[in-house]
């Protein structure tokens, strides 16, 4: 099966662009990067942390996404559709890790997401 057949989910990629708020204070923006860009969410890992006001679940996944595909770890993937249909999402981007062939070709990017429940 084609790499390509493996990505069974579609993404939305936003990145961020500095702005100010009413009063002058900088804030985020995100603006639309990828739009139903095809994908694969896989879930990595989940834990229980504690934060400010009690225990969160923190849970992390890998997003598999072509090669070409241009995104950093300043950007989020702000929804994740399924094959069902359901969503998930936003994810903040931890790491983003180019995988490469035997030839040392770049095949695909892996992106370590995580997102606090």
């Known amino acids: 099966m084609a790499f390509a057949e493996e990505l069974i ?5 936003q990145r961020s662009t500095p702005s100010q708020d009413g009063t002058g204070q900088p804030v985020d923006s995100w603006a639309a990067l990828h739009t139903a860009k095809a994908c694969r969410l896989v879930i990595r890992n989940e834990r229980v942390a504690a934060g400010e006001r009690g225990f969160l679940n923190v849970t992390t996944y890998t997003l598999l996404l072509a090669a070409n595909v241009d ?3 300043k950007d989020r993937v702000s ?3 399924l094959e069902t249909g359901s969503t998930m999402g936003p994810f903040d981007i931890l790491e983003v890790l180019p995988r490469r062939d ?3 070709v770049e095949h695909h990017r892996a992106l370590a997401l995580e997102i606090v429940d």
């Open 102 to 104: 035997e030839h040392q």
């Open 79 to 81: 929804v994740v559709t």
């Open 9 to 13: 989910h579609t993404c939305n990629i």
């Open 71 to 73: 995104v950093t770890t």
